[in-house]
């Protein structure tokens, strides 16, 4: 069953690098609504709202929606993809010397201040 996805909608304004007021005004879809759809509220909005929105964002309407059976795929591909991209990264900090090692923890650390 295909379903309205609010991540959908996020990631293309993502891509886009638009926040909900820039959405909106190019989009004519009030603003209220936006946020209504991206928190939740509204799970299923009008399809005049989805084509204005896929019109902004330069996209098709289908690109808002998702199947069920997709998601645990799409889901699993990431997952690999990230554990690859991990154990890639863990490799390359593994072959830094000791005061990079050092340099790379500090980064870290100030990193997950914030």
């Given at each position: 069953?295909?379903?309205?996805?609010?991540?959908k909608?996020?990631?293309?304004?993502?891509y886009?690098?638009?926040?909900?007021?820039?959405?909106?005004?190019?989009?004519?879809?009030?603003?209220?609504?936006?946020?209504e759809?991206?928190?939740?509220?509204?799970?299923n909005?009008?399809?005049?709202?989805?084509?204005?929105?896929?019109?902004?964002?330069?996209?098709?309407?289908?690109?808002f929606?998702?199947?069920?059976?997709?998601?645990?795929?799409?889901?699993?591909?990431?997952?690999?993809?990230?554990?690859?991209?991990?154990?890639e990264?863990?490799?390359?900090?593994?072959?830094?010397?000791?005061?990079?090692?050092?340099?790379?923890?500090?980064?870290?650390?100030?990193?997950?201040?914030?």
């Amino acid at each position: 069953m295909n379903k309205f996805s609010k991540e959908k909608l996020e990631a293309s304004m993502l891509y886009a690098d638009l926040n909900v007021k820039e959405l909106s005004t190019i989009s004519n879809v009030g603003a209220s609504t936006l946020y209504e759809i991206l928190n939740g509220t509204k799970n299923n909005p009008k399809s005049e709202t989805l084509s204005k929105l896929a019109d902004a964002l330069n996209i098709s309407v289908n690109d808002f929606y998702h199947d069920d059976n997709i998601i645990i795929k799409e889901t699993a591909a990431q997952y690999q993809s990230q554990t690859k991209e991990n154990k890639e990264i863990l490799s390359n900090i593994s072959k830094l010397n000791t005061k990079d090692k050092k340099l790379f923890k500090a980064l870290l650390a100030k990193f997950n201040e914030k």
